[in-house]
Nanobody, 123 residues
Framework: VQLQASGGGLVQAGGSLRLSCAAS????????MGWFRQAPGKEREYVAA????????YYADSVKGRFTISRDNAKNTVYLQMNSLKPEDTAVYYC?????????????????WGQGTQVTVSS
């Protein structure tokens, strides 16, 4: 599986961005897809996850109510809609895939990672 993240950029606090993660190379019907972020000097942290085929979604407390993860199976793409952005959301955002939700959320032996896309939120 190859994952290609895109959509990052510079936005003012309170603004919105939508990240995309295009997947290719393998059937993903049994996979969970997730978004993570890593700020300078900090560990990579889980943001949100979605079951590729079932649509169930999961969020870190820090983004609940502001971020929405979704997928378009026809385009093999997962999205992260980010609203009400805060300066503390500034980070490099990564997408990832694993067929075990706990492994994905805890970043334990995750099967696939995409490259990151930078999100910068100015105050």
């Amino acid at each position: 599986v190859q994952l290609q993240a895109s959509g990052g950029g510079l936005v003012q606090a309170g603004g919105s961005l939508r990240l995309s993660c295009a997947a290719s190379g393998h059937t993903l019907s049994r996979y969970y897809m997730g978004w993570f972020r890593q700020a300078p000097g900090k560990e990579r942290e889980y943001v949100a996850a979605i079951m590729w085929s079932g649509g169930s979604t999961y969020y870190a407390d820090s983004v609940k109510g502001r971020f929405t993860i979704s997928r378009d199976n026809a385009k093999n793409t997962v999205y992260l809609q980010m609203n009400s952005l805060k300066p503390e959301d500034t980070a490099v955002y990564y997408c990832a895939a694993d067929n075990i939700l706990r492994q994905l959320i805890t970043r334990t032996n995750v099967d696939y990672w995409g490259q990151g896309t930078q999100v910068t939120v100015s105050s």
